[in-house]
């Protein structure tokens, strides 16, 4: 923006009023962002919260949100309103189809599929929709990056319609167990959206 452009939208900042005061501090909202590190704490909050009730394990522990962070913050998304973290997704790159064991604690940073480790919302704001739409726009984040050809997850028997509804289809029983939880293994091709890309202003 020119200088001339720019003076017309400074002078309300002479006037010295509470209000106008306030507003220049007020938070957005609602945002969406990438993570970092510096985001693992409330990340890990929310996680544990969300799956120790239900399963009693964490998909991620708090060494391992800040490891994904720190290697592929670009494949995560918050949100946050007025400044809090109310909803989170953390994904890395893997280099296959179906997910190992291995594939818990790896980032292979040439592969083409994204491995979403985590999906959770803060008690305060479930039941609200939020998990959907927060799927909605990293599936459509994903669509964005030319490397990508498909997302991948692994979930218990009871959120298979939850992931359905978002696009996902089974792929069958996961190989991989914790404890006593089996899981079942679920595929989004994102290659097979490419169309969509050329009109969603990536």
Request: charged share 20%.
């Amino acid at each position: 923006m020119s200088v001339v452009g720019a003076v017309p939208f400074m002078r309300p900042l002479h006037i010295r009023s509470p209000v106008s005061q306030a507003r220049r501090h007020t938070l957005p909202a609602s945002e969406f962002r990438s993570l970092s590190p510096e985001d693992a704490i409330s990340v890990f909050e929310i996680e544990r919260e969300a799956f120790i009730s239900v399963s009693g394990e964490c998909p991620l522990h708090l060494d391992e949100v800040r490891h994904f962070l720190t290697l592929c913050p670009e494949l995560s998304l918050g949100w946050f309103e007025e400044g809090r973290l109310v909803a989170f997704v953390i994904g890395s790159l893997w280099d296959q189809e179906r997910l190992t064991t291995d594939a818990l604690t790896l980032h292979k940073p040439h592969g083409t599929t994204v491995h979403i480790h985590v999906l959770a919302v803060h008690r305060t704001f479930r039941q609200q929709g939020k998990g959907s739409i927060l799927m909605w726009r990293y599936l459509q984040y994903l669509r964005c990056l030319p490397y990508v050809r498909r997302a991948v997850l692994m979930c218990e028997d009871f959120l298979v319609p939850f992931y359905r509804k978002s696009g996902f289809k089974v792929q069958g029983p996961s190989r991989i167990t914790v404890g006593p939880l089996a899981f079942i293994d679920m595929v989004y091709p994102v290659r097979g959206h490419a169309f969509m890309r050329r009109n969603s202003g990536c």
